[in-house]
């Protein structure tokens, strides 16, 4: 499932929302919290905000998924170049 999540993020290419992911992979937003913050922490993302106040500070210019969005909730993003280009293989479960 965690691969599964990077490669979301991957083909977003930008900010998603937990809601959205959850949406994106057919499971309950609050399932993907504890596999969010350990990709968080293991450096694989990165939480740029929550819902609206995301957009005024997101280091993403451009980002189509939030603008103009009324969406809630904690959003996140790959965090670095590598993830991006599909070096972000190895994800740990501890």
């Known amino acids: 499932m965690l691969l599964q999540i990077i490669e979301e993020f991957r083909q977003a ?3 998603i929302t937990r809601s959205e992911l959850g949406r994106r992979l057919g499971v ?3 399932a993907l919290e504890g596999m969010l913050q350990l990709l968080v922490r ?10 609206n106040k995301t957009c005024a500070h997101c280091p ?6 939030m603008k103009g969005s009324s969406a809630t909730g904690r959003a996140y993003q790959l965090a670095t170049e590598d993830c991006l280009k599909n070096n972000c293989r190895e994800v740990n479960d501890d």
């Open 13 to 15: 290419r930008g900010v």
């Open 60 to 65: 993403v210019s451009g980002c189509v998924q």
């Open 28 to 30: 309950e937003a609050s």
């Open 42 to 51: 293991q450096g694989k993302l990165r939480e740029v905000g929550t819902g």
